[in-house]
């Protein structure tokens, strides 16, 4: 599902935050890229949602070069992609509803068939009952779980997360982690950067380490 | 997506930035207002352009021609040629001052009866007063007419004073295309104006249109609802010009009928009427939706996700 082949990134600022990255990552696994802020962890998630480029190396999405998408592509491929920030990034002025529908009614998705699945998808993250509250009412676990099923509303067949955990106490964490999990188990890849060592330690899933921009041994 | 969910989302996306717009009234109606003024400016002067014109469109009379028949001439061939000219399209009246009749009237208004007494014979010409058809009130088609008449036997002298009608012509023509030229600038001043109010609100809403791309929004996706503001601006600044335009005209209506009177005219000022009111209010759209379509495209563009 993806593959990196030594791939540098260098920003703007002169900083390199990956410095010949390799590795890959089957259909259907579930993997968490570990490593201290810095490592690289972000910069590979940013890659993968085409916010960044590399500066060299190819960066492989279900088999297609990343390289070749571009910037017109660019939408329709995020289309395929659901995406969870530590942050959220949810639209503060629209209920919860409307954020999850959000990928659906940019992709054109009729009106009825996005009501179903919206209900689906909060459904899944337990908060049916929250649809029409706007985001600041929620605590931040629960905008964490709007978060996660905004990106998993249009059933993609990847799922990436950085840091989602970030900003949550620990039994919170273990709820979203288990959320993921279950993504997982119905066939979804899921990648998730963390450097939540102990929490990860209670899940079964492959581990990809970082440090200083490169997959540590 | 099918064409009736599509529609659904254009409307949507149309209630949804008026829905934005009216949460900022003061802000919305400044930016309506702006436009407003920079359409009713030249519009105003328009209207009393067109005004102008069609209150000195019957100054045609104005433009009667002398003919001056040659003295040898008889009554029955003055006559003759009166008819001649009468039967010209071009010709809308033509009326014949005899010799005797022009003395008999000099005599009255001039107060020279004891020294006209002393000519042996009469000195003035019979004469014709020719009008032009409305067609041929123009300068050009007036002189056509005049050297058409010239060529005609027995006529002596053939006198027209086009001169003041020329320049009168030649002022409105430079007074229409200011009134262009204003427009323009103005137009271009509302597409500038609306383009930096959109700019404002791109900039406002930047994590939103952040959060749309990367949820997979195309630019044009994201540019939609900006520019139905555009359109919508452009609707309320045209909606406010035409309020402008109708209390201008209403004002000044009473004072011109009253003016007209003094001079025997029936004339009425007229405003834009149905078709020009629905024209403005197309051009007033469509500028807001060129100038929100600059911004947009630009601004969007630039916004990236980090």
């Not at chain 2, 009234?25 to 009713?40: E, R, S």
Request: hydrophobic share 50%.
């Amino acid at each position: 599902m993806i593959r990196f082949d030594q791939v540098f990134k260098r920003y703007a600022n002169g900083r390199e935050a990956l410095a010949g990255v390799s590795f890959s990552i089957e259909d259907g696994e579930m993997a968490f890229l570990t490593g201290h802020s810095g490592a690289g962890k972000s910069s590979i998630l940013k890659l993968i949602a085409l916010i960044e480029r590399p500066t060299r190396g190819q960066v492989f999405i279900a088999n297609q070069n990343t390289a070749a998408i571009t910037a017109r592509g660019v939408p329709n491929f995020r289309r395929q992609l659901g995406v969870v920030f530590q942050d959220h990034k949810l639209l503060q002025d629209r209920p919860v509803a409307e954020n999850v529908a959000l990928p659906l009614i940019i992709a054109g998705v009729p009106r009825r068939e996005i009501d179903k699945r919206v209900r689906a998808a909060l459904d899944q993250v337990g908060l049916l009952t929250k649809e029409k509250s706007l985001p600041l009412e929620l605590s931040t676990g629960e905008q964490q779980r709007v978060g996660i099923a905004r990106a998993v509303v249009g059933r993609p067949r990847l799922l990436i997360a950085d840091e989602p955990t970030g900003n949550l106490d620990p039994e919170l964490a273990l709820d979203i982690m288990q959320l993921f999990k279950r993504f997982n188990d119905v066939g979804a890849t899921v990648v998730i950067a963390t450097h939540d060592l102990h929490l990860i330690d209670r899940f079964g899933a492959r581990r990809i380490p970082f440090r200083e921009g490169k997959v540590a041994a | 997506m099918n064409a009736r969910s599509w529609a659904l989302r254009h409307a949507q996306t149309l209630v949804g930035s008026l829905g934005r717009m009216v949460q900022a009234p003061l802000a919305t109606l400044m930016t309506m207002a702006v436009i407003a003024i920079a359409l009713a400016l030249p519009l105003l002067l328009g209207i009393f352009l067109l005004n102008f014109k069609s209150a000195t469109a019957h100054w045609n009379q104005a433009l009667d021609i002398s003919v001056y028949m040659d003295k040898r001439a008889g009554a029955a061939r003055v006559q003759a040629v009166a008819q001649q000219l009468r039967s010209r399209a071009d010709v809308l009246a033509v009326r014949v001052i005899t010799a005797d009749e022009a003395l008999a009237q000099f005599r009255s208004v001039s107060g020279f009866g004891n020294a006209l007494d002393a000519l042996r014979d009469n000195p003035l010409p019979d004469t014709l007063v020719v009008t032009p058809a409305l067609l041929a009130a123009g300068p050009h088609d007036a002189q056509a007419l005049e050297t058409a008449i010239a060529a005609l036997a027995d006529v002596q002298t053939v006198q027209v004073d086009t001169q003041w009608v020329t320049r009168l012509q030649g002022i409105m023509a430079i007074v229409g295309r200011v009134v262009w030229l204003i427009g323009a600038l103005l137009g271009v001043g509302i597409v500038l104006g609306v383009g930096n109010t959109i700019r404002l609100d791109i900039l406002n809403r930047r994590t939103e249109i952040e959060v749309m791309k990367l949820v997979g929004a195309t630019d044009g996706f994201a540019r939609r609802p900006f520019l139905y503001s555009g359109v919508w601006y452009g609707l309320g600044g045209g909606l406010l010009a035409l309020a402008l335009c109708t209390a201008a005209v209403g004002l000044l209506s009473g004072p011109v009928e009253r003016l007209a009177g003094l001079y025997d005219s029936a004339f009425r000022l007229r405003g834009l009427g149905l078709t020009g009111g629905v024209a403005v209010l197309a051009l007033a759209m469509m500028l807001g939706w060129l100038g929100s379509w600059l911004a947009a495209t630009r601004h969007i563009r630039a916004i990236a996700p980090t």
